[in-house]
């Protein structure tokens, strides 16, 4: 059967060759195969370099944001406390992270294929390379964004090494910005009620990350098998876990713990009796979180699939992009209110000394009481000085 065949929009002999390929060939062979076929037909590559790097332009914000809230709680406040060192780390995993992620984008190098023959293979044929008698050599893509039979051998094993790597600081940084949070929530609230929620929150959050860390860096044994098992039959015994419902537990567990973050603080900041516009601006503050609660369910929808696809190299390339974006949203949200003290405390300095606590200062500070006074009604009446200090905008 002639090749140019397989070149024509010839949909039965196209699956008889891909189901052939499959029964009988290696995932090397068939890469092999795929390959002949594309430089064969001359079919154009596909690539999505340029979508990778959309992350970096949330990531790079989300860094400085970090950096600028630990600098606002050295600055603003007497002491850093336990919500900011756990930042710190999550700063130092996101700056890993994003590394990882860079190398993922790849870059293009030389890829030799072998010569032009027919190859009959249980009965169907597939095509290599026009040019007989002779080697050829052509551009091979690097990492994620590009179709899995453009990838050579060897970086097809270091990209899934660097995705393995890249999924593990996710888990740790999510749980260590959610750990954050509730932290945060404890200094802010007084109510003895409220702050034993926040610590079964902040036990769910902790414990699950961890069990779900260890499932992802355990997920096969050996280990080796997560970057190296996709030479199937070539790596020899193994057990693995199931990736996918792994995946969508996580996910789930991930969404269902924003959620609780995100209304937990509402049932006070409602009650508040301070003017209308001020009460906006703090439930507005403290709502930001529902970003990082779409971003979770958009990835929700990226990772379908994750584990199963035949092409991992271009289909995963949606849930690398929106894992990043979650990781720095959740970055960006988290440090907002410690900017804003920020912003607020220059303003007040640009104006001068009789300007240190303007009005709308003034007005968060009696939010911030209010706040404190309607937090101790959970159960507990309390009127912590403190609770002023650590509001966000009152300064």
Known sequence: MPADRFCEDDIAYYLGVLGCVRRVCTL??????ARGAWEACGTPRRSR????????VVEVPALVGGLLRVYSRWVVAPRVEVDDYLMMAVMVG???????VSSLTGGVGVLRLSPGVWVDRCGCRSPTVRGRGADKRVAAEKGM?????????????????????AESFYLAILTLTKLSILCFYLRTFPSRRFQVVTCCIMAWVGLS????????????????????????????PHRCVDVNLLTYLSAASNIAQDVAILIL???????LQVALRTKIAIVVMFSLGVFVLLTSCVRLWA???FGDSPNPTWDYTDAVIWTGLEVAVSIIVTSLPA?????QRRRSRKRGPHHNVPRSSAGRQDAGAEMGAVGASWGETSSTPATVKTLPGAR
Not at 28 to 33: A, G, H, I, V
Not at 94 to 100: E, I, Y
Not at 154 to 163: A, E, K, N, P, R
């Open 28 to 33: 090397e062979e068939s890469m092999e195969t």
């Open 49 to 56: 370099k340029v979508d990778l790097r959309v992350p970096f």
């Open 94 to 100: 996101c700056l890993v992270a994003v590394l990882v």
């Open 145 to 165: 964004g590009v179709d899995i039979w453009t990838v050579d051998a060897s970086d097809m094993t270091i990209t899934l090494m660097f995705v393995y790597i």
């Open 209 to 236: 990350g961890i069990a779900f860390l260890l499932a992802q860096i355990f997920q096969c044994h050996p280990i080796a098998f997560v970057w190296e098992g996709w030479k199937k039959g070539e790596f020899g």
């Open 265 to 271: 603080p509402l049932p006070v900041l409602v009650r």
């Open 303 to 305: 990772i379908h699939g």
């Open 339 to 343: 900017i804003r003290v920020l912003a």
